[in-house]
């Protein structure tokens, strides 16, 4: 399983406009195989947002973030446009207890 998060600042004249946009964003990518999308805003910053999501393989983790990069449905409400959209996939580090 792979764990990706997606992180940006929406400008905050665009907020309504943006919330309507990440619940069509969120149908796209579970279409595309993403689980367990969560919508996070940062408490200390506010309209600085995290997307989180599972997705089963690299491959696919590649492809959203391929389709992300060329459909880019919430560029313009981002502060700096796209390339203030940051998206990083993990994979877990299952730790040993002593």
């Known amino acids: 399983m792979i764990r990706v998060f997606v992180e940006y600042k929406i400008k905050q004249e665009k907020r309504q406009e943006y919330l309507g946009l990440i619940a069509q964003m969120k149908r796209e990518l579970a279409k595309q195989g993403a689980r367990h999308f969560e919508l996070y805003e940062g408490t200390d910053q506010p309209d600085l947002f995290v997307e989180m999501f599972d997705v089963d393989t690299e491959a696919a983790y590649r492809q959203i973030?391929?389709?992300?990069?060329?459909h880019p449905v919430l560029d313009h409400c981002v502060e700096g446009g796209k390339n203030k959209i940051n998206i990083w996939a993990f994979r877990q580090i299952?730790?040993?207890?002593n």
């Open 94 to 97: 299952k730790l040993e207890d």
């Open 65 to 70: 973030k391929q389709s992300r990069e060329a």
